[in-house]
């Protein structure tokens, strides 16, 4: 009997560790990010957490963003707040990246023509492209307020 609960215990254990790590690697994204501008710099693809504080990223010699990636708290949308912090600052926007609505690896736009879209299949863009990450880039604010 003892070893029976000890069997039953250790593969609990062993199921609720799998299950643990399909949750942290499934909650990281890829974000495709285009300035947008005329004869202007390529876009970046990040790699994103989701919920995850704020994140300041350059994404080339010109663009500085912050970003933060988000559940919506009325479905099951995923939506990029985004700020941008150079060239030209410009207020925090939400934009519905993945969810409802959202055809998958459809690029939406901020007000102020910023490019964004949730890369839809992680297995077929990991050899094409280096996604930056953000996990280690710095906490920043989407407001103005200090």
């Not at 009997?1 to 990281?28: N, P």
């Amino acid at each position: 009997m003892r070893k029976l609960f000890l069997t039953a215990a250790a593969c609990l254990a062993a199921v609720g560790a799998a299950l643990a790590q399909v949750e942290a690697t499934s909650s990281t994204y890829f974000i495709d990010v285009d300035p947008a501008r005329y004869n202007g710099p390529p876009g970046q693809r990040l790699a994103v957490l989701l919920g995850d504080q704020p994140r300041h990223v350059s994404l080339n010699g010109q663009d500085e963003i912050c970003v933060q990636l988000q559940r919506a708290a009325t479905d099951s949308s995923v939506v990029a707040r985004v700020r941008v912090l150079k060239p030209e600052k410009h207020d925090a926007a939400m934009v519905t990246v993945a969810g409802p609505g959202v055809s998958p690896g459809t690029f939406r736009s901020t007000p102020w023509g910023m490019l964004l879209r949730m890369v839809p299949d992680k297995a077929i863009t990991l050899g094409l492209i280096k996604p930056v990450g953000t996990s280690d880039a710095p906490v920043c604010k989407l407001s103005d307020e200090s």
